[in-house]
């Protein structure tokens, strides 16, 4: 089961459900079962997975897609892709806590298709575009 670490803490450990180490190769990538399906209460709500700082910052394990979604109607399992960054190998323990996980809510605004869009201060500046200060 997923859990938090203190009653601060915003997500939820998610666990390698796994039965026997698994290599990371420097450089490489694995798929982590966690062993957990889960059931949204709402449309408006979502999960996301996180990578672990601290994985992240010791080790070079990161999220292989940045951010996980998992939406509301998704029923199977919950799988983590792990990318090692670093050089060096790492090897996934059983149990070992992979990443965390995140509820919160979603907009479920309409697209509606314009013409025109209304005047702003920053109107199409970009990356950058505001200055370094």
């Given amino acids: 089961?997923?859990?938090?670490?203190?009653?601060g803490s915003a997500g939820m450990d998610l666990y390698a459900c796994i039965d026997e180490p698994l290599?990371?190769?420097?450089?490489?990538?694995?798929l982590i079962p966690t062993g957990l399906a889960l059931e949204l209460p709402t449309a408006d709500s979502a999960a996301f997975v996180?990578?672990?700082s601290g994985l992240a910052v010791r080790h070079g394990l990161g999220l292989l897609n940045g951010v996980g979604v998992i939406d509301s109607d998704y029923r199977g399992e919950v799988k983590v892709g792990l990318i090692n960054q670093f050089k060096e190998d790492y090897e996934?323990?059983?149990g070992e806590r992979?990443?965390?996980l995140v509820l919160m809510p979603v907009s479920l605004a309409p697209?509606?298709?314009a013409e025109e869009l209304e005047e702003s201060q920053?109107?199409?500046g970009g990356f950058g575009s505001t200055g370094k200060k």
């Fill in 23 to 30: 290599l990371i190769e420097g450089g490489g990538h694995a």
């Fill in 50 to 52: 996180f990578a672990r």
């Fill in 122 to 124: 920053r109107g199409a």
């Fill in 111 to 113: 697209v509606i298709e």
């Fill in 1 to 7: 089961m997923p859990v938090r670490a203190t009653p």
């Fill in 98 to 100: 992979i990443a965390q």
């Fill in 92 to 94: 996934i323990q059983p």
